[in-house]
């Protein structure tokens, strides 16, 4: 998968992971179904779906079915990645309250660059991997089993479904 650099809103992000996970659960995605699960007004969603399709990152079919572009379908595993990697490590690395490790991995999981994003992953994996050599030893207890199921940062992206944390 390629990095894409350009720069979207929050409101953007919630957008695509929307249309993300309303095409794995459904297999179609129409206004009145993302007006739904956004709990926003269908004249709203309509602005905003106008908008994502000028800038290539909403596709419609004939039958008015949208569908996210290739482009902005690589932005969403970044995202939600991103959430992933930022909510643990949040919670099981510094300890913080769920609630507020959701508040801010929903905050800043659009805006990490590539880079920060991989050396996170990086991290989080090497601190795992000694916490398994030393056992009680160790200074992080994070037990955290998708650093054991992804041995690299392509794969972790990959795996990213619908739009919630693995
Ligand atoms: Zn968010
Ligand atoms: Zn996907």
Known sequence: MSTIQTPITHSTAHYLCAIHKLHEDNGYVRMVDISKLLNFSRGSVSI?????????????????FL????????????ILANKTLLYYFLKNFLGVTKNTAELDSCLMEHVLSAESQKKLFLYMKKMQTA??????????????DFLNTCS???????????????
């Open 67 to 78: 569908n996210l572009s290739k482009v902005s379908h690589e932005k969403v595993h970044e």
């Open 152 to 166: 690299n940062f392509k794969q972790f992206k990959e795996s990213q479904k619908g739009d919630t944390f693995i």
């Open 48 to 64: 905003a779906i106008k908008n994502l399709k000028k800038k290539n990152l909403v596709e419609e079919d004939k039958n008015g």
């Open 131 to 144: 916490e398994k050599e030393n056992g009680n030893k160790s200074c992080v207890k994070t037990n955290l």
